[in-house]
């Protein structure tokens, strides 16, 4: 297919009328309510990536009219200290949502915080009470990145009935819930991973290929079918021979781009969405809040 007819899926631009869009939303419920909606994000330690996420996440939350509660311990704080946090802010009325910002460091057990947090606060989506909704098809809190990807081939307009999506990576923040949000979108999908056998000719029957395994640049021109729909959920910083570093995704941009119909570049498209469906699962939570 030729290179003029690739369509840029761009993020950044769908993210910003998200949060436009909820603006208006917690503008027009907050005197209703009589507080704003609440985040708090729990951050461990001072791994520079994650406190740039967090910078991010909270500046986004004052545009929107969010309220953050955000708390940064130091690396050292214990299991129980982290859990007596969690609990408190379950407890704590004038927070909606709670994400425990990843990675932690690694004497503490991450899935056993995130079982901690009140699966109605669970702004990240992925305690096993909201992976189990997803399952069933039921209206909850959905894992943000995943939740962005939809959204972001919604307002493309791209038909998903009946099409084969393959996704590529297994993980429990992005692959397996992918892979249950196309199929309730009337996909055929296959997941395939590290181990999968014969993975060009997986990846190139896909009519919708997500990349999710963050490997630098893996799928290349070679895997595409042509015309395919191609997500980039990797967040690769590659650095340089010069010491330099430079930000790719799992997709080998430039050469998949001219067989592709339409693409995410990086950075650009998924990350932005990921924090709007972060602030969006925020507001829900503030709106369906009893009392």
Not at 111 to 127: F, N, R, T
Request: glycine share 8%; with cysteine; net charge negative.
């Amino acid at each position: 297919m030729d290179a003029k007819t690739t369509h840029i899926l761009d993020g950044k631009a769908l993210a910003q009328k998200i949060q436009s869009e909820l603006i208006s939303r917690v503008h027009s419920l907050q005197s209703q309510k009589g507080r704003p909606p609440g985040l708090a994000v729990l951050m461990v330690g001072e791994n520079p990536a994650s406190a740039t996420y967090v910078r991010n996440k909270e500046l986004a939350c004052a545009k929107v009219g969010i309220a953050s509660f955000g708390q940064h311990f130091p690396a050292d704080t214990t299991q129980t200290e982290l859990e007596q946090a969690i609990q408190t802010l379950n407890q704590d009325e004038r927070v909606d949502g709670i994400l425990v910002q990843l990675p932690l460091p690694g004497h503490l057990d991450a899935i056993s915080l995130l079982y901690q947090i009140a699966p109605d606060k669970d702004a990240d989506g992925l305690h096993a009470m909201n992976l189990g909704r997803l399952v069933r098809g039921e209206a909850g809190l959905r894992s943000c990145t995943p939740a962005g990807v939809m959204r972001l081939l919604q307002e493309y307009d791209i038909d998903l009935k009946g099409k084969r999506a393959v996704v590529l990576g297994r993980s429990i923040l992005v692959g397996k819930p992918m892979a249950l949000m196309l199929l309730e979108a009337d996909c055929t999908v296959t997941v395939a991973h590290s181990r999968s056998q014969n993975l060009e000719s997986i990846t190139r029957e896909a009519d919708i290929l997500i990349a999710a395994v963050g490997r630098p640049e893996i799928v290349t021109a070679n895997m595409v079918k042509p015309g395919a729909v191609v997500v980039d959920v990797g967040m690769n910083r590659v650095v340089k021979e010069d010491g330099s570093s430079r930000l790719t995704g799992d997709v080998d941009f430039n050469s998949v781009q001219a067989v592709a119909e339409f693409i995410t570049p990086v950075p650009g498209g998924v990350g932005p969405m990921t924090v709007a469906m972060l602030l969006q699962n925020t507001v829900w939570s503030w709106e369906n809040q009893q009392g």
